[in-house]
């Protein structure tokens, strides 16, 4: 099954609308990213590619930028849609575990990494 990955970059005082909003559109949960800043943060979710989201974009980006008058601000309201194929989900958790040194005798170390 192939998936879409739709982000929206906006800034950390209008995530929860942001979500609300993705969430009204049918996303069935969220992901957050804010390693680049309070300014800068992107929400993600994946919906089926079977979806049609390309005309969604517009609309989304419409109602993003709308909560200027509920006194938030969206920052620049990106949307962006990248295809994912499944067979790329099967390993893309691995990246976020890597080994981590307890004690000076004990490290635990995922099977799929190296480690001297």
Not at 25 to 48: H, R, W
């Amino acid at each position: 099954m192939e998936w879409n990955e739709l982000s929206v970059t906006t800034t950390n005082e209008a995530i929860d609308a942001v979500v609300n909003i993705l969430m009204e559109n049918g996303a069935g949960g969220v992901q957050i990213d804010d390693s680049e800043g309070l300014e800068k943060v992107k929400v993600i979710t994946y919906f089926p590619s079977k979806l049609g989201l390309v005309e969604l974009i517009p609309e989304l980006e419409e109602k993003i930028k709308k909560l200027n008058n509920f006194g938030l601000n969206p920052g620049e309201a990106k949307v962006s849609l990248t295809n994912l194929q499944d067979d790329a989900w099967v390993d893309l958790w691995k990246k976020y575990y890597h080994p981590v040194r307890l004690t000076k005798y004990l490290t635990i170390v995922p099977s799929w990494e190296e480690y001297q």
